[in-house]
């Protein structure tokens, strides 16, 4: 069993690794154009952006394309809401005070659930983490 993860000491490039691995089932890779893997979605941290980069297979006009953009679901929420779109369960709620609430279920597992003063799409983060097995601490 692994170490809990204690969010509020743990880096934004670890928490999103985290998810890219866990919650979007990436490959990581060392390489900002990895066209030698075979196993797509690719995350790859870019060193001199300090960003992470989400390399996914698409196909355009029947070719076979790679498409690589900035991943940041901590604080984008397209790119959180991209994780909601590989749930089957999800309920958010908004509280007084700016308070979050996230309540997410990938498949037949239990549903995962994560709050946040910082904003939804950090409260998804956290409940997507939960709801894949990975114990988040506060």
């Known amino acids: 069993m692994t170490e809990p ?25 060392d390489s900002l154009y990895a066209l030698d893997i075979e196993k797509y979605p690719v995350a790859i941290w870019v060193d001199h952006l300090a960003c992470w980069f989400l390399e996914e297979e698409g196909k355009e006009d029947r070719r076979r394309i790679v498409k690589s953009r900035e991943f940041n679901p901590l604080h984008d929420m ?8 590989l749930s ?3 309920e958010i709620q908004w509280a007084k005070g700016h308070h979050y609430y996230c309540g997410i279920r990938f498949g037949q597992d239990d549903i995962g659930e994560g709050t946040s003063m910082e904003g939804p799409a950090e409260a998804i983060c956290v409940a997507a983490l939960r709801a894949c097995g990975i114990e988040v601490v506060r």
Do not use: P
């Open 88 to 90: 089957t369960g999800i």
């Open 5 to 29: 993860i204690k969010w509020s000491e743990t880096s934004d490039k670890e928490k999103i690794r985290l998810i890219l691995t866990h919650v979007m089932g990436c490959t990581e890779s």
């Open 78 to 85: 397209n790119d959180a809401w991209q994780m909601v779109g």
